[in-house]
């Protein structure tokens, strides 16, 4: 496997998913029970290190809103979320809730595919040729009872390391963003690196955030077809950088964390085959990354705490999560 | 207003409601326009000291399942979360799912009132005869099209600070459990502060965690009523206390955050009506602190790095949140 | 109040609403208690006469498909339905149900705005000035908790009568259909009427039944703005022609019934306005009349009998229908 | 296979639902591309005859409500339905909805199981060794995006014919209610009819509709365990009558159709393996037949037109139904 992507063959993604998969595999290095994957690369001293990355005080939330003016379309029944009233202030102050001594309440729920907003992709969303993480078969471990080994609250408490940011829209893009279909390969990842200095070095158990500025643009011009369609992202070629900097996890500000139209004549987001079911690698998508960003690039500093717990929705594949970064 | 639970005329909540609402009220105190009420009490400076509390690098999360198999019973349409799933490892296996070169995924939806577990009470949540927080008639912020002024969207990126644990069922109860009905006072607030030590120390723009051991019962009983039913919790007399601290939000193990049944004659979750829309304090309610109890007494360490964000849909009136405590 | 269209001043739907409403209301007609409206019209002998008009056996269901490809668009917060999988066959082909004696089952859910698809609008639906249906003040009917006292389950037996089906697609049209914006006048309806011939009739508890072939272009098509846009529909005045004829509920193929734009310069559904809560009249939207118009075309036979029981879902102001037309 | 309900090996419910299988199967009947099943049955002529029984325009819903009180108890995420309102009429009477001209309006959403309520079951719902309706396997016809082939929506015309009361718990139970476990054999089956007379004689095309007075039990006594728990219901030796009789479709006013406890050892809905996906017999259940029933008993007339069209939801597996018996 190389990182160049000019010797990727684009009429075989099957072969290279297979061979990226042989080399950047980590089925059974943290044991047949293993349902963490890369989280496993972060520790005690990780957290504590990162908790002392916080000089400032400063906090930025990276999440999206969740609404029904988000970006999705219905793509394999993903929607929006729909966020309805089961007791509002009106009916309170008319009187109408049945509560003594001027009491009144308002309650809400919601329906929401898991995956609609600002997310992390569990280790049984993908799947590759059956298998998911650790080489199990995708029939045990995915039923319609949800995910029976690695659903997402298995993770509930590890979203917490070093973050770093890798602006790669502000180092290698124009006015900070990327063009669609840009893939970012491992050689200008390490750009991005060099560009920003050393707070951006990149080292076991970080969480690495990618920021393309695809968010950004929808901002400005309306979602289009941010859900599904063409996109900056990280290059099929990247795998290998993911998996030799032993990260933990890696999201981004785009909706499927990997370049769109993908590198081959037909596929289908073939990095996450590679990433999630073999690497074991947690990917975080639709992350809000442009106020940190704005942040980072003022003071130089690229990384901070993170702690990104998702809600632990028992047997998710993905789910809902508010990443707090804190310099 | 007393602390003196015996002075509480238990025929009056609406007198009591009106007098602690009056002395313990923060209209305007940040401005007209305020929606985050005591979460003003944070800081930058407060986060970075919260973040010098790390000294093991120790990660908890501070949430409860979120699952069919949760404590609600249909109250007032309270269900538990049901989640499905959009595709299957099952259809994945069997190639039913249509992508290229091997790829299988799933994908998941759920449905759920928004306080069916682990959650923030925002501050559109309650109101005091149709009044909300900061004098705001309820009728205008709170329609069917959500919280228009104080969404829980406003405070995404609060909730870090300094917690402090307050283990009253340690501290007060019988094998670490308090009895139903079990009405927390101030005076034994501070007897919890003091048996813990300096690092209960609680102060401006903490975060306090009162643990009462109703959710370690809850565990090996049972659910029973935990959604509603009786319960220790805070007394109304602890109104004056968490105002007097300048607390930035408090929260419980129990459903209610406040004693069950309520301490006056015929009531319903009066310290709420004195603390949302009055006092401004946000209230997480259905915390699982346990594991962080058992650490905290293990230490005697009992103030860490909290973060606590909630998923910031738009215009809810509460939200789901998987808190982190970092030691 | 005239049915002539020239003479609506476009300036003052208010004005010609509030007339309108004057001259067609039928508030305390059926007494005060009334929860029926229109309804009142059908009565035993129209159903026994209704079903006299069967004489082929030919059964034709009217509804729309229920399903994710539907026309909504998240306007008001309406979606297409999200039909999603407890269980499935691919489960239980691999053993995974947990089952006694190779019984395998498939279990499903569904989430949907009551007006997504083929629907009654309930007398709740629409209000004027804060009024419903026989003059009740709309707070006082429909709350947070649904529709105290016109929910569609009140009418769960009533929708049995005689139906009419009157194709202005076919005559009044070019190949089957009206263009947009075409405003059904009641001359127009009577022209339609008279085209047709004696079965085409309109009396006393009729259900009558327009078709403009909005549908079939959708069909055609695609939806387009098919729900909330542009479309041929009634003219606000045939609240006149609705009204002395006496019918007990009216339905089109089109999303909102009346024409579209409507007839004044700032309005929106005036004539629902007039009809639902002044008047009491049923109105059923989106419904499927092609099969049945061809049917009728070729043996020249538009009445029938007409089966249109909603589902009768406890304080709903509008429900999902299968209506069946048998010949 | 026999009637003799003495004869049945409790201990071998396999052996007994292959021998039935063997017997009473109808695969390939009406060819192999057929979705329909024992609704084959009905032909335009049984619609003509059953129209003909309408003799004083009587009609009567059988549904039961669709609401959150109902049986549902969350059994394999079986929840009652919860309707919530997009816009309500206290939020029209303070002018908070941004309509022009005093318009207001009402809308809600909900969120159900499909057999929450009164419903049919499709023949997509059971399997009998991965195999559902004419031979197929259930793995391709029931996935995560629904039944392909036998969806409800295949039905939706389809559900018109005679119907045909047998009040089972009139005749064979005590003040009209049969005891729990009551396990109604084709013999009784025979005897309600001779009991009943000549209008209830059951033949081809027909749908039946055995009323247990189990729903009557509920209705006084409270839900209790209806959802799965104890009832009377059909006896697994009726899988021959049912066959024989060539009726179209069953229902009834339990929550499972079949005696409860089974007829064996260890059994789980052994009957429903027989006809839904061997016989291809439509099986309705939760249905009220109450007010029907005391109108029959009272003019002893237990034959009518039914219409019972359910809502086509694309795939489902099941569809709520709100059935009419007109008289």
């Not at 029976?148 to 893009?173: N, P």
């Not at 920003?196 to 393309?212: F, H, K, P």
């Not at 968010?215 to 795998?239: H, K, M, N, P, V």
């Amino acid at each position: 496997m190389t990182d160049d992507q000019s010797r990727l063959d684009r009429s075989d993604p099957t072969g290279a998913i297979a061979a990226a998969a042989a080399e950047f595999g980590n089925w059974g290095r943290w044991g047949d029970d293993d349902v963490l994957g890369t989280l496993n690369f972060i520790d005690a001293a990780k957290r504590l290190a990162a908790a002392g990355l916080v000089t400032r005080g400063a906090a930025f939330s990276l999440a999206q809103s969740f609404d029904g003016n988000g970006p999705q379309n219905g793509w394999r029944r993903r929607t929006n979320p729909v966020h309805t009233m089961l007791d509002t202030g009106v009916d309170a102050a008319l009187g109408n809730q049945g509560f003594p001594h001027g009491l009144g309440g308002a309650d809400d729920v919601v329906f929401m595919p898991l995956q609609a907003s600002t997310q992390w992709d569990g280790l049984g969303h993908i799947f590759d040729h059956g298998r998911t993480w650790n080489g199990r078969p995708s029939q045990d471990v995915v039923t319609s009872e949800g995910d029976l080994r690695t659903g997402i609250q298995t993770t509930a408490d590890r979203f917490v390391s070093r973050g770093v940011l890798l602006d790669a829209g502000r180092v290698l893009g124009t006015d900070g963003e990327l063009p669609d279909g840009f893939a970012i390969t491992p050689a200008q990842l390490d750009e991005v690196i060099d560009a920003q200095g050393a707070s951006a070095e990149v080292g076991r158990g970080d969480i690495v955030l990618v920021r393309t500025g695809r968010l950004t643009r929808a901002r400005r011009e309306g979602w289009g077809d941010y859900a599904g369609g063409a996109s900056a992202g990280l290059s099929f070629t990247s795998a290998g950088w993911l998996h030799s900097h032993e990260i933990a996890a890696v999201a981004t500000d785009t909706w499927g964390f990997e370049v769109r139209p993908n590198e081959f004549d037909v596929a289908f987001q073939p990095l996450h085959q590679v990433v999630i079911p073999n690497m074991g690698l947690f990917i975080g998508e639709m992350w809000d990354l442009d106020a940190l960003a704005d942040d980072c690039a003022s003071d130089s500093r690229y990384d901070f705490l993170l702690t990104a717990a998702p809600i632990p929705f028992t047997g998710a594949v993905g789910a809902p999560v508010n990443p707090i970064a804190l310099k």
